[in-house]
């Protein structure tokens, strides 16, 4: 292998690897002391309310709402970013730090603008011509640097290579980074517009912007402002503070009852992710607020004192009554405190009152079918065809409909809803093994054989 050949696929391979960093578009990134463990989480009622917060913004940036999937992640840091395709991701942290429903909505109308910009794409269509700009300067480079090496009868040839394709390494990031900087400033123009046309201030940017530059002043003072991903935050600022007043949204505030509900998320993230001290300081016992009752209520059914938990739920749901929310709590925390049976009502209620909640419909089957799992097979089995609709790539729902369809003695069914939940869980060998077992007991050429046929035929896109 010559040397120009190692130092390219070396190049490549370090090119690769910036690449899966930079395809990221988002905010500002800080990691309070103490964040919560990393990784994806479902919950009915922040879905929901983010939808609230989001839908006349999407309607506003000319996407259809339904196409957008919104991806919650336990993570301390104030961040949000979008991913493969029509996607958001938003930290907890960022749920947590946002002071107002204004301030959190302004940094997902950012979000969203990257989505109806089709940054993503043009992002990638930048890097390709960044990376064949910097391939080919770099390999000019290290054969010129080779040859006069040789030339010389010098024995540093590597070293000089090396130096040359770093040098045009760094002229292709920077070129990316500069673009990836006007794509930032064009989404916060474009999420301005959002904002005003669904008659929202953009106070609520500049202000979380404005904590995101007070918490980077330090880290960001040594800091090249051209190798940065975003523009300074202040730089950020300043172009709000310029536009915004001539909104006549600007002095427009969130209603109360949304205001309640975004306290009720906050209190709901820390009564399951935070130490009971921490909540109880938070919330002491002589505050009687809902949001403080809800935080308690979790905290002491998470720390397995489910009697002080169903009396404070219980004062929940008399004080709202209609709050599908309160009524999956305490089903929640019944059955996840061994009592399955006296969970059923509390969640059926939930579901009376929230019907297109496809999440706490899949908790209601299960259980359902860890109280009486013969009896309840049929009814947790219609639970979870209507959870389908709005939870059809949930692995969890067809591993409880393999057990529901098993009970009933439906051996073919069963095995086509496990080669189902492994095929969304990822685990393609699985779902395979599951389907040719499913064909077995299946009649050829019925729905089901036809879908375990078309798992067996799948092939992972590459």
């Not at 040098?167 to 474009?190: K, P």
């Amino acid at each position: 292998m010559t040397l120009i050949e190692n130092t390219y696929r070396k190049f490549l391979r370090n090119l690769r690897i910036s690449l899966t960093v930079v395809l990221g578009l988002s905010i500002a990134v800080i990691t309070p002391t103490g964040a919560a463990a990393k990784g994806a989480i479902r919950d009915s009622e922040i879905e929901n309310l983010l939808r609230d917060y989001l839908n006349p913004v999407f309607k506003a940036a000319g996407l259809k709402p339904r196409a957008i999937q919104i991806i919650l992640i336990s993570d301390g840091s104030i961040n949000a970013f979008v991913s493969g395709g029509q996607r958001i991701f938003v930290h907890t942290g960022l749920l947590m730090a946002a002071k107002n429903p204004n301030q959190l909505i302004g940094v997902l109308a950012h979000e969203t603008a990257h989505i109806a910009g089709g940054d993503l794409s043009r992002l990638r269509r930048q890097i390709d011509k960044a990376s064949t700009a910097s391939i080919i300067g770099a390999l000019l480079g290290v054969a010129a640097a080779v040859g006069a090496a040789a030339a010389a009868g010098g024995n540093n040839s590597s070293q000089a290579g090396v130096g040359v394709l770093t040098g045009a390494q760094s002229i292709g990031r920077r070129s990316l980074l500069q673009y990836q900087r006007s794509q930032e400033a064009r989404a916060d123009q474009a999420a301005f517009k959002y904002l005003d046309r669904t008659g929202q201030s953009a106070r609520g940017m500049i202000e979380m912007f404005q904590q995101l530059a007070d918490n980077s002043l330090l880290s960001l003072r040594n800091v090249d402002p051209y190798s940065l991903t975003h523009p300074v935050p202040r730089a950020r600022i300043a172009f709000l503070e310029k536009n915004i007043g001539k909104s006549r949204f600007y002095n427009k505030k969130d209603s109360a009852s949304l205001m309640l509900r975004h306290r009720m998320m906050q209190a709901k993230l820390r009564g399951f992710q935070a130490s009971p001290q921490s909540v109880f300081r938070r919330y002491p016992v002589s505050d009687t607020s809902l949001p403080a009752r809800y935080a308690r209520a979790i905290s002491y059914y998470r720390n397995v004192d489910i009697k002080r938990a169903l009396r404070e739920i219980d004062s929940l749901i008399k004080s709202q009554p209609k709050n599908p929310y309160f009524w999956e709590l305490k089903g929640q925390a019944l059955f996840e405190n061994g009592k399955s049976q006296r969970a059923i009502q509390p969640l059926k209620k939930a579901v009376s009152l929230t019907p297109k909640a496809g999440l706490i419909r899949i908790l209601l089957a299960q259980a359902m079918l860890a109280a009486q799992p013969k009896k309840n097979a049929k009814s947790a089995i219609r639970q979870l065809t209507i959870a389908r609709r709005s939870e059809p790539n949930s692995s969890s729902l067809y591993r409880l409909l393999a057990i529901a369809q098993a009970r009933l003695g439906r051996i073919g069914q069963a095995d086509l809803a496990s080669a189902e939940s492994a095929f969304r869980f990822g685990d393609l060998n699985l779902a395979k093994t599951r389907a040719t077992k499913a064909q077995r007991g299946l009649k050829k050429g019925s729905p089901g054989w036809i879908r375990a046929n078309d798992i067996l035929n799948y092939k992972h896109r590459k």
